[in-house]
């Protein structure tokens, strides 16, 4: 069988201790240097392969502090403290000697507890019922995903005017269809277009800055969604000097919430 485009971009080589080497890929590549939830899928992937490894991933943090180069990296993935259930990491990706990413992991043995969701998935056409999304031809990315949005599409007339709000939904997946686990969940958490692309169309500059993703389900919970739709939902909170905050909740057909995330973006006018 042929290996999947995001497997193959999640190779990692083991490079000494903590340390991994690994080369971006063209097929997720962004305008401008890779797609960030890959180079995010990246660093949880070294930490996921460690075999000092503590229980699932919790919450994952990354600062993106400088464009990704197209070519080598090396992540560094140290366990900074472990208790009996819960374990803390710090994560780097390197390129040359430099970090262009910087994070945090927090991984734990679950305990079976009582449990609620105050986020229940929203009521939308099933993923049959909306139809397929063309993405932009020149982002590369975009063709890894397939995207069915509900509302809230990447507009096509770029007026400027503003649209009063930057709510997002759309059902998504990997294309081809992949079995769902945490690496990919994570790049899924950032497929979503820059909210203020939605809330004024105006196709200013933009760079996500710091991302983070709070996983609500286990490795289990995520095998059973196996290649299924998950319905995104996006929306910003505030704008404002440049820079903006958006949140997302990522449900799966069934209607458990997988995981939520929230970023803050640059913005340049």
Excluded: C
Excluded at 16 to 22: D, F, I, L, Q, T
Excluded at 114 to 122: D, I, N, S, Y
Excluded at 204 to 218: D, R, S
Aim: glycine content about 8%; charged content about 15%.
């Amino acid at each position: 069988m042929t290996t999947h485009a995001f497997d193959a971009a999640l190779a990692l080589a083991e490079a000494g201790e903590h340390r991994w080497r690994g080369h971006t890929s063209p097929a997720y590549a962004n305008m401008v240097g890779p797609f960030g939830g890959l180079t995010a899928a990246q660093a949880l992937a070294a930490v996921l392969r460690h075999p000092a490894l503590l229980g699932e991933p919790v919450a994952l943090t990354v600062n993106f502090a400088s464009a990704v180069a197209d070519g080598p990296f090396e992540v560094v993935a140290t366990p900074v403290r472990t208790n009996r259930s819960t374990q803390h990491w710090t994560v780097q990706t390197l390129q040359d000697g430099q970090p262009v990413l910087t994070g945090t992991v927090f991984t734990a043995l679950r305990r079976d507890t009582w449990g609620a969701v105050e986020h229940p998935l929203p009521a939308v056409p099933r993923p049959a019922g909306v139809p397929l999304a063309q993405g932009p031809a020149r982002v590369e990315w975009v063709k890894r995903y397939e995207m069915r949005f509900v509302d809230g599409a990447l507009p096509h007339d770029w007026h400027g005017r503003d649209l009063g709000d930057s709510r997002t939904r759309l059902w998504m997946r990997d294309n081809p269809p992949r079995p769902l686990d945490f690496a990919s969940l994570t790049a899924l958490a950032d497929v979503f277009f820059p909210r203020i692309w939605r809330r004024r169309p105006v196709f200013v500059p933009i760079g996500t800055v710091t991302m983070t993703v709070y996983f609500h389900a286990g490795a289990v919970q995520l095998a059973q969604v196996g290649e299924g739709y998950l319905l995104g939902q996006a929306q910003a909170q505030a704008f404002h000097g440049g820079y903006f905050d958006q949140s997302a909740q990522l449900w799966s057909e069934a209607g458990d919430l997988l995981a939520t995330t929230h970023q803050v973006v640059y913005y340049k006018e």
